[in-house]
């Protein structure tokens, strides 16, 4: 991004929070913007008047506030980005859904730019291959849920310093099922 675009995590926050409240209201107030982010009336007003002058929302205090084409293409993003993390957590790694959207949040923030689009790409690519579930899935979920490693994943664990098993046929062998 440039510097026109670098954002903060917080001032990510704000722009989705915008989103969120004008798709329902068609414009926001800064009370609503308080409310959803559970954040003080003063720290909003700064935060906002600072977005606007760098061209992300339409604000000036007291009036409604809308995102500006730029801010809502970036809201687009970060939001399409944060539901994918969600849904990773949620259908990949069975992270109960309440946690799963506070967490798709906190993960955004927390790893770099690159990572986050190389995880993102990944859960998108494991949606749309045509592919079936790939068998060390099915053997991921058994592990996360019961705790339990099949008995043929532990045979492949087993022998792997061994190379009796060459990894990319272990699974061919029944392993994970």
């Known amino acids: 991004m440039g510097k026109q675009q670098k954002l903060t995590a917080s001032q990510e926050n704000y722009i989705k929070a ?3 409240i004008t798709k329902e209201k ?6 609503d913007i308080c409310a959803m982010l559970g954040i003080g009336a003063s720290s909003v007003s700064e935060a906002l ?7 992300f929302i339409n604000y000036a205090p007291y009036e409604l506030i809308t995102l500006t084409d730029i801010g ?13 993390i969600q849904n990773f957590l949620i259908n990949i790694l069975k992270v109960i ?9 906190l993960l955004e923030h927390a790893i770099t730019g690159d990572t986050l689009d190389k995880f993102v790409k990944f859960f998108q690519f494991s949606q749309i291959c045509p592919c079936k579930e790939p068998k060390w899935m099915k ?6 849920e019961q705790g339990l490693i099949a008995s043929n994943c532990q045979e492949c664990i087993k022998n792997k310093g061994k190379n009796e098993y ?12």
């Open 139 to 144: 053997g991921y979920h058994r592990y996360s």
């Open 97 to 105: 859904p309440e946690a799963a959207e506070e967490n798709a949040n």
């Open 72 to 84: 809502d293409d970036i809201a687009k993003g970060l939001i399409e980005r944060q539901e994918i």
């Open 166 to 177: 060459a990894s990319s046929n272990c699974c061919s062998k029944g392993c994970c099922s």
């Open 26 to 31: 068609k414009a926001a107030k800064a009370k």
């Open 18 to 20: 915008i989103y969120k």
């Open 49 to 55: 008047k600072n977005l606007g002058e760098r061209g």
